[in-house]
């Protein structure tokens, strides 16, 4: 019988203050940084996925979240990547 190996992510500790409780009070926000707790991903590539989610959500309303997540700290961007002439961001 071979092993089975889990790769698990390592818990997160966030400090929490006024604005970051403000920022975790949104489901949408939550819904992101669940997403991106598992895997890098695009702004396309969260669109898709809360959409499959059923969260109703346009895409200028998810770079709005994105840029609250940024500038609180709680994601960054992984790595850019041009696509088609356009510049893709991923975020982690």
Known sequence: MGK???HERPLITIMMNENIA???SD???LKILDFLYHRN???KD??????????????????HHITILKKNGLIC????????GTLVKYYK
């Open 4 to 6: 089975t190996i889990v």
């Open 22 to 24: 403000k920022v975790l």
């Open 27 to 29: 489901h949408h926000r």
């Open 41 to 43: 991903l695009s702004t």
């Open 46 to 63: 969260l669109f898709d996925l809360l959409k499959r989610a059923k969260f109703n959500i346009a895409m200028t309303t998810l770079r």
């Open 77 to 84: 961007v992984y790595k850019t990547q041009e696509v088609k």
